[in-house]
C-alpha cells in the first residue's frame, strides 16, 4: 500500500512554470508507476503523465508533450512534474496516482490507478 501527498501548485501567469511534487509513504514505492492527472471544472479527469516504475520510461498527453517534464527520485520516495511554457488552459487540480501494473506504455485510464494524492490546484492566469 502507499499514500500519496501532492504539492507545488499555485497561481501563475500564462508562459510561467510550477514543478508539481508527489511524495509517496511506504517502503515499496519503486513497485507502482506514478501518474499525474488534472481534472478542470466541468471537465472529466484527463492523463496528463506518467512515470515508468525504474523511471526509465515516461509518458504524455498530447496536450503537454515538450512542456511538461515527469520524473521519479525512488530514493526519496518522490515524483515530479515540471511544467513551463503554462497556457490558462492547463488550470486545472493536479492529481497523482499509483498502480501497481507496469504496462508499456503505463496506463492513462484512471480505472487502473488504485490510490490517489488530494490534489493540488494549478491557476494559469493570461
Do not use: H
Not at 71 to 81: F, G, I, W
Amino acid at each position: 500500500q502507499v499514500q500519496l501527498v501532492a504539492s507545488g501548485g499555485g497561481l501563475v501567469q500564462a508562459g510561467g512554470s510550477l514543478r508539481l511534487s508527489c511524495a509517496a509513504s511506504g517502503r515499496t514505492f519503486s513497485s507502482y508507476a506514478i501518474a499525474w492527472f488534472r481534472q478542470a471544472p466541468g471537465k472529466e479527469r484527463e492523463f496528463v503523465a506518467g512515470v515508468s516504475r525504474s523511471g526509465g520510461s515516461t509518458y504524455y498527453a498530447d496536450s503537454v508533450k515538450g512542456r511538461f517534464t515527469c520524473s521519479r527520485d525512488n530514493a526519496k520516495n518522490t515524483v515530479y512534474l515540471q511544467m513551463n511554457s503554462l497556457k490558462p488552459e492547463d488550470t486545472a487540480v493536479y492529481y497523482c496516482a499509483a498502480t501497481s501494473t507496469n504496462p508499456t506504455p503505463i496506463y492513462s485510464s484512471s480505472r487502473y490507478y488504485n490510490y490517489w494524492g488530494q490534489g493540488t490546484q494549478v491557476t494559469v492566469s493570461s
